[in-house]
C-alpha cells in the first residue's frame, strides 16, 4: 500500500508553490515579465498561444465523478478550520499559473504579469483588466491584499509561509505591490503569485438569508470566486458538485486553453477506503489512484478490467519533482519523546524489510531522508560546502551529524530482528527504562512505557499493528487507533497525540515552508505542519541559510545540511514510498498522446469521450 496522510496534498501544492526565481534579463530594472522560473529562461514567451502539453481542440463535455476519503464541513479556504472540500481550486484562482512541463514556472493568470527588483525586497503584479468574479464584478487590487491579510490572520500555515512578506500595497490602478522585511528571498515573488485570490466585496456582504458573512468561519454556503467552475450542489460531508462556467472571463486565456473540460465534476466521500474501491469498480466513480500494494497486484481481475473497459497505468510524472517524508511522527512535546535515544530505539522495532516481503509484494522502497527522491537527499558523509555549513553550527547538533550517514535499521530475517530488538533495549536502558517481568519500565517511576499510535484510516493498521507486535516483544505497550479524518485533522491541530502517521511534500526547492515544518516558532503554534515540535536554533539557522541561498549549489549544500541534522533528530519512524502513480480509470476519458513530464495533468487536461 502507499501512505494516506491527511493534508498532504495540500501541503504538497503549497510546497510546490515556493519556487525559485532566476532572474530575467531585465530583472535589474524591476521589468515587467509574463512569468517567473527556476531555471534558465521562461519556456513560454510572452503572447504564447498555449501550453504545449495541451489539446486546444480538447472538447467540452461529460461528468467526471471523483471519490475522496472522509468528509467535509468548510467551503472557506481561508480559514483552518474544520475539514475544506475537496476542488475549491476548480472555483478560485491564484495570481499565477503553473506550468506542467517544466522545474517550477508560472504564467500570468489574475496577473497579467511581474515584476520584481534584483535585490527580491519586493514583488509586484499588474492584474488583467478582464479578471471578473462569477457576479461580473473586476478582480481589483483590493481583493488581493483583502485575500494577503486575511490567509495570513487566519490559517496559522500562512503565517510561516508568509512571515518575511511586511504587507500589501495598492500601487497603480490594477497594481500591488508585496514588501519584504528581508532582502534575497528569491522564492518569496513566486511564493505571492500563488496567492489564492478571493472576492472581499462577496465575503464583506450578507448571505441569501441576511447573515452578515465571516471569512473567519468556516461555512457550507455556495462560495463565489473568479475560476472556471461555481458550485452546482452540496450534500454536507457526502458529495460536492461543481459546474463549468460558460461566463468564465479567463476560458480562452493562453494558460487555459486545453483544460477545464468537464462540464461538471462531482466528489463524493466515503468513510472507509475498501468501501470507496467498491464504487470505483462497480462504475459509480470513474477514476483511481491506488494505494495498496496487494489490491494493485491481486484486486483487478473484475471483468471491467478484463474486457478492457478499465485501463490501469503506472506513470513516473507525478513523482519527478517532488520529495517525501511519511512515518510514525513522535510528539516531542510528550514525555518518553523528548529523549532522542527513546526516539531512536523504537526504529529499531521496525521491520519494513518483512513488512515488503510478506504484503508489499517488494514494490516499495524505506525511505532515507526528508527529501526522498530527490537530488536534495543528503548521503554518506558531510563534505564541501555542505560540511562549511554544518561547521558553523557544530556545537549545535548532534556529533553523529559529523560520523554516522544516517541508515534505517535493516531487517527481513529472524537473526536481524533480534539484533534490532536488542540495539532497541540497549538504547532504552540508556534512557533509563529497563525490563522488569515482561514491561519497559522506567527505572525512576517504574511506569511501563506505553503510549498510542494515531492513524487515519484503517488500511495503515497493516502496518502500524505489526510495529506495535514487535514493540511488545520488548515490553512496551503501544495501541493503534485509526480515526476518522475529522478528529485525526483536529487531534493533529491541537497537538493531542503520542505518534501519529503521517508526513510531508517536498518540492525540488525547498523554502520558507521549512520553517512551518521544523521552525521553533511553529513548535509553538497549533495548526502548523510542525507536527513533531521540533524547536531547536541550529535547525532554525539551517532553514534561514535554506531560504536565503545565493544559488541552486548553495542551496543543495544547505539543504543537505537540513535533511543530515532532521534525520539524527529521529522525529519519526521513516516507512516507506512508491516513485510512481499507479492509476485506473473506467475508458471514459481522452487525454494528450504526450503528458506533461511533471505531472498527470489529471483532470485538468484530460477530456471525456463523446
Do not use: C
Not at 307 to 329: A, C, H
Amino acid at each position: 500500500m502507499d501512505v494516506i496522510v491527511p493534508g498532504l496534498r495540500a501541503g504538497l501544492a503549497l510546497t510546490l508553490a515556493a519556487f525559485a526565481l532566476t532572474l530575467p534579463a531585465a530583472a535589474q530594472d524591476a521589468s515587467w515579465t509574463n512569468g517567473i522560473s527556476v531555471i534558465g529562461e521562461l519556456k513560454y514567451p510572452p503572447g504564447f498561444k498555449q501550453f504545449d502539453y495541451v489539446d486546444p481542440d480538447a472538447p467540452k463535455r461529460g461528468a467526471l465523478r471523483l471519490s475522496e476519503l472522509g468528509t467535509f464541513d468548510n467551503l472557506n479556504p481561508i480559514v483552518n478550520k474544520g475539514n475544506l472540500a475537496a476542488g475549491l481550486g476548480l472555483v478560485y484562482e491564484p495570481l499565477m499559473k503553473s506550468s506542467m512541463d517544466e522545474v517550477f514556472a508560472s504564467y500570468g493568470l489574475i496577473a497579467e504579469s511581474i515584476a520584481y527588483p534584483a535585490d527580491f525586497s519586493s514583488v509586484s503584479f499588474r492584474l488583467n483588466p478582464a479578471a471578473k468574479w462569477a457576479d461580473g464584478q473586476p478582480v481589483t487590487v483590493e481583493d488581493v491584499i483583502f485575500s494577503f491579510e486575511k490567509a495570513k490572520e487566519y490559517d496559522q500555515s500562512k503565517l510561516f509561509y508568509y512571515m518575511h512578506v511586511k504587507g500589501g500595497r495598492k500601487t497603480g490602478e490594477r497594481e500591488v505591490t508585496f514588501d519584504f522585511d528581508l532582502k534575497g528571498n528569491r522564492e518569496l515573488p513566486a511564493i505571492m503569485g500563488q496567492l489564492l485570490v478571493v472576492p472581499k466585496h462577496w465575503w464583506e456582504g450578507a448571505a441569501p438569508d441576511g447573515r452578515k458573512r465571516d471569512v473567519s468561519a468556516t461555512t457550507l454556503e455556495f462560495v463565489m470566486g473568479s475560476g472556471p467552475y461555481r458550485i452546482k450542489s452540496v450534500s454536507a460531508g457526502s458529495v460536492i458538485t461543481y459546474e463549468l462556467r460558460d461566463d468564465y472571463w479567463g476560458k480562452d486565456l493562453n494558460v487555459n486553453v486545453g483544460q477545464n473540460n468537464f462540464r461538471t465534476m462531482s466528489y463524493t466521500y466515503y468513510s472507509d477506503r475498501n468501501v470507496e474501491f467498491e464504487a470505483f469498480r462497480s462504475g459509480n466513480t470513474d477514476y483511481w489512484a491506488e494505494n495498496e500494494a496487494k489490491r494493485w497486484k491481486t484486486g483487478y481481475d473484475f471483468p471491467a478490467v478484463k474486457d478492457g473497459k478499465v485501463k490501469r497505468e503506472e506513470l513516473e510524472n507525478d513523482y519527478r519533482d517532488q520529495g517525501v517524508m511519511v512515518g510514525f511522527i513522535f510528539n516531542l512535546r510528550r514525555e518518553p519523546f523528548k529523549d532522542v535515544k527513546v526516539r531512536k530505539a523504537l526504529n529499531y522495532a521496525f521491520d519494513f524489510e518483512e513488512l515488503n516481503r510478506t504484503i508489499f509484494f517488494q514494490q516499495y522502497s524505506r525511505i532515507n531522508s526528508y527529501f526522498y527522491g530527490t537530488e536534495l537527499a543528503s548521503s554518506g558523509l558531510p563534505q564541501g560546502l555542505e560540511l562549511e555549513i554544518l561547521n558553523e553550527v557544530r556545537d549545535q547538533v548532534p556529533p553523529a551529524v559529523f560520523t554516522e550517514e544516517y541508515r534505517n535499521p535493516v531487517g527481513g530475517d529472524p537473526k536481524k530482528f533480534r539484533d534490532n530488538l536488542r540495539q532497541a533495549v540497549t538504547l532504552l536502558k540508556e534512557a533509563g527504562y529497563e525490563i522488569r517481568g515482561r514491561q519497559m519500565v522506567n527505572t525512576r517511576t517504574g511506569k511501563q512505557l506505553a503510549f498510542e499510535i494515531m492513524l487515519n484510516t484503517p488500511i495503515i493498521e497493516r502496518v502500524a499493528l505489526p510495529f506495535a507486535e514487535n514493540l511488545k516483544k520488548i515490553g512496551i505497550a503501544a495501541t493503534v487507533r485509526s480515526v476518522d479524518s475529522s478528529q485525526f485533522v483536529e487531534r493533529a491541530r491541537k497537538r493531542d497525540f503520542d505518534i501519529m502517521y503521517s508526513g510531508w511534500g517536498e518540492s525540488l526547492n525547498p523554502g520558507n515552508e521549512q520553517a512551518e515544518y521544523w521552525g521553533s516558532q511553529a513548535s509553538a503554534t497549533d495548526g502548523s505542519q510542525n507536527y513533531s515540535g521540533i524547536s531547536d536554533p541550529a535547525i532554525d539557522k539551517l532553514i534561514h541559510r535554506v531560504i536565503f541561498r545565493q544559488d541552486r549549489e548553495d542551496q543543495i549544500a544547505a539543504v543537505h545540511a537540513l535533511d543530515r541534522v532532521l534525520l539524527h533528530h529521529h522525529l519519526i519512524v521513516p516507512s516507506y514510498t512508491l516513485r510512481y502513480s499507479r492509476l485506473a480509470y473506467w475508458d471514459r476519458f481522452e487525454h494528450p498522446k504526450e503528458l506533461p513530464y511533471y505531472n498527470v495533468g489529471f483532470p485538468t487536461i484530460w477530456w471525456a469521450k463523446e
